[in-house]
């Protein structure tokens, strides 16, 4: 085998050294050794006979002196290296770069070989060590010799060391006698490496032509019109939002000047201006516009946005319809209120008239009269049916949660307020109706900022400082006297009349028993049991009872029945038990009741079923005995069914309560001068 043959090759630095080598290694290695030193490192003793390349003339000086006899000296010409040329070609057209290297001549060399390869572009400023830097660079472009780069510079592109060209290599390769076709093999693969940077190129290009195309999509994507353009008003982007509000295609506004493109003078005025930073509202062909803009100073540029006004509105308008969807809908219309009684009734056409007016209505009724039900049907009978219905309840929430719910609180209002702040109750039923249940609950506090707010029809924030005007129509409901709280102090009067400028009251269920059997059947049918039925004494029962929670105990009590009942028939054995029902009618606050009021107050439906039995048994001239009631109670109603034992407790309570007197011996039980009142009065007209 005959011994590969050799080149020596001598650079100034262990980096120029390692590149300079490896290159070589890389073309022309299986023809030959590759041997190298350099000045930085050690360099060998004297070398004779060989072919020896120098990385730079520069180096000669230092070593000279070990150069023998029988030598072949090979200045290498060298050229930048093209694995990282596509660093500079990204840097953008006119980029001011410190080129740094170690001599005036390489930098100079280096600068010239850019150049010619075309790679003019941007604008290289020469530095070596030593030499005064005047101009203000950010970008410092270097072959490998990064540690020279003064240290002000933040941005560092290494292009990597120099390397030899090509006709230094053909020299070589010509030095060493190989064949022609050796030199042809070696230029095709110096040629396949540019190829490769052209591929990889041809990647990266095709990458971002992919990002662009994506970028293109999202911004023609989005709602808004947008628009980017240089400082020197050249347009860079204008999406197709921007199209069609303008009516310009963006294929001829793009790279076009803005002030040929948008010919209203105060909007290019408005987008250049950089002190203004509000929104301003323009007009564009027949579309009214909110438009934001903001700089890109690095990019020397500026984005504005485009917001259809009109779409603006249109949107706040379906998240308004949208909240009505939450819940926050008037579910109930007059219809759904059912009974036949004339109470009722005139009831119902008194609020039908009330409800198209926009003044406030204060509602009382006992608890389950249909309070919420009337405010609803009343919001959907009034112009404002499309807005939406808010409920809140006093009673239901401490005061500070109810301030904020009602009137929403700014960002920062307290510790876990929401960012962004909230829209409180009121904000939220703008265009709407506001119902404000239990309103005799609401504290002295929420009493003056609600006061406040019916007078000035504004509010303001939790922790805010802006007044928002709002357009809300009030309905309050109590089951309280409000008139008491009043006198008692406790209930703004203020208030009240702001409240109560309309009128409604609500009669209890007891009041209109007539509506009883309609009611009943309206239950069965809500529930789909159309096919059930109320047998008669059911009803007979069902009537007698003193309803204190109104419709919403008849309703709990059909529920329980239709749980309870078999076969097709509500029967009287389907009725709950005395102690489903409410007692008495729940405690109001008044101070002026009447001797009648006071009396409800203290007896049960038993205790009046008993005060009954004994007027009837006396009625009939016979003695109201313990075993002649609780006979009475068995025949009539097995849920008041009470033994002889049971009757004694409860007529022993009746006495206490002064309603009855119990005789000695077999005189039995008569009713007091109270009791008697207490029938003759009528609390309920039924007969046993
Ligand atoms: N006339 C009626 N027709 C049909 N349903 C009724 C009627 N009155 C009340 N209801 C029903 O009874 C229940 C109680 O009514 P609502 O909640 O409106 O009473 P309220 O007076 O507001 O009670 P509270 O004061 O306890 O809040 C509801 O389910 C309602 O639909």
Not at 8 to 13: D, F, R, S, Y
Not at 237 to 246: D, H, I, R
Not at 649 to 655: M, S, V, Y
């Amino acid at each position: 085998m005959i011994a590969k043959k050799e080149i020596v090759i001598l650079a100034g630095t262990r980096e120029t050294r390692k590149a300079l080598a490896n290159q070589l290694d890389e073309i022309i290695g299986d023809l030959v050794n590759v041997k190298s030193y350099s000045v930085e490192e050690q360099l060998p003793p004297i070398i004779e006979n060989q072919i020896i390349i120098f990385s730079s003339y520069l180096i000669d000086d230092e070593v000279k002196h070990i150069i023998g006899n029988g030598c072949k000296i090979i200045i290498a010409n060298r050229t930048i290296n093209y694995q990282f040329i596509d660093k500079l070609l990204f840097l953008p057209k006119e980029t001011k770069v410190l080129y740094v290297n170690d001599f005036p001549e390489t930098v100079s060399e280096s600068i010239h070989t850019l150049k010619k390869l075309g790679i003019d572009h941007i604008h290289y400023v020469p530095y070596y060590p030593g030499k005064l830097l005047i101009e203000h660079t950010e970008i410092a472009v270097t072959p490998g010799e990064v540690e020279l780069v003064p240290p002000s510079i933040s941005q560092i592109v290494d292009i990597g060391v120099r390397l030899i060209d090509i006709t230094t290599i053909i020299r070589i390769l010509d030095v060493l006698q190989f064949p022609e076709e050796n030199g042809l093999d070696i230029a095709d693969k110096y040629t396949k490496k540019i190829i490769e940077l052209s591929q990889k190129l041809a990647k990266t290009n095709n990458k971002i032509n992919l990002l662009n195309r994506h970028l293109k999509e999202v911004v023609d994507g989005v709602n808004d019109g947008i628009l980017a353009f240089t400082y020197n008003g050249k347009i860079t982007v204008f999406n197709e939002v921007l199209e069609k509000l303008t009516g310009v295609s963006s294929k001829y506004a793009i790279g076009q000047n803005i002030r040929k493109v948008l010919k209203n003078h105060k909007l290019i005025e408005f987008l250049f201006s950089q002190t203004d930073t509000h929104d301003q509202y323009f007009s564009l062909k027949d579309t009214d516009v909110m438009v934001h803009r903001f700089h890109l100073l690095k990019e020397q540029s500026i984005v504005a946005t485009f917001k259809n006004v009109n779409e603006t509105i249109e949107m706040e308008r379906a998240a308004r319809n949208e909240l009505v969807k939450k819940g926050y809908i008037a579910k109930y219309s007059f219809s759904d209120i059912i009974g036949n009684s004339l109470e009722l009734q005139e009831t119902k056409i008194v609020s039908m008239k009330l409800a198209r007016t926009d003044l406030a209505i204060l509602i009382q009724g006992e608890s389950g009269t249909g309070k919420e039900l009337f405010a609803s049907a009343i919001h959907n009978e009034s112009p404002r049916k499309t807005g939406p219905f808010l409920a809140v309840n006093f009673s239901a929430l401490p005061e500070d949660l109810l301030e904020s719910e009602l009137f929403g609180y700014e960002d920062g209002a307290f510790t876990g307020a929401k960012k962004g702040g909230k829209k409180g109750l009121f904000e939220q039923a703008d265009g709407g109706t506001i119902f404000l249940d239990e309103i005799g609950d609401i504290s002295p506090k929420l009493q003056a900022r609600l006061l406040r707010v019916l007078q000035e029809k504004e509010i303001r924030r939790v922790g805010g400082s802006r007044n928002i005007p709002i357009n809300v129509r009030v309905i309050a409901a109590t089951n309280k006297d409000l008139i008491s709280m009043i006198n008692h102090g406790t209930f703004r009067e203020d208030l009240y009349h702001r409240l109560k400028v309309l009128f409604i009251e609500l009669p209890p269920l007891r009041k209109r028993k007539g509506d009883l059997p309609v009611l009943i059947k309206h239950f069965i049918e809500e529930t789909n049991s159309n096919h059930v039925d109320v047998s008669k004494d059911a009803i007979q029962i069902l009537q007698d009872l003193p309803w204190y929670g109104n419709v919403r105990e008849l309703k709990n009590t059909i529920d329980y029945m239709l749980a309870v009942h078999d076969g097709n028939v509500l029967n009287k054995k389907d009725i709950p038990g005395m102690n489903f029902f409410q007692r008495n009618k729940l405690q109001t606050t008044s101070t002026n009741e009447d001797f009648q009021e006071k009396r409800e107050l203290s007896l049960s439906p038993e205790q009046e079923m008993i005060i009954e039995i004994i007027y009837k048994i006396s009625l009939e001239g016979k003695i109201a005995s313990r075993k002649s009631i609780s006979e009475y109670t068995t025949g009539h109603n097995q849920y008041f069914e009470l033994s002889e034992q049971q009757v004694r407790q409860r007529i022993q309570q009746l006495e206490e309560l002064g309603f009855v007197t119990i005789g000695v011996g077999r005189s039995g039980t008569r009713l007091s001068r109270a009791g008697l009142d207490y029938v003759r009065l009528g609390s309920f007209e039924k007969a046993l």
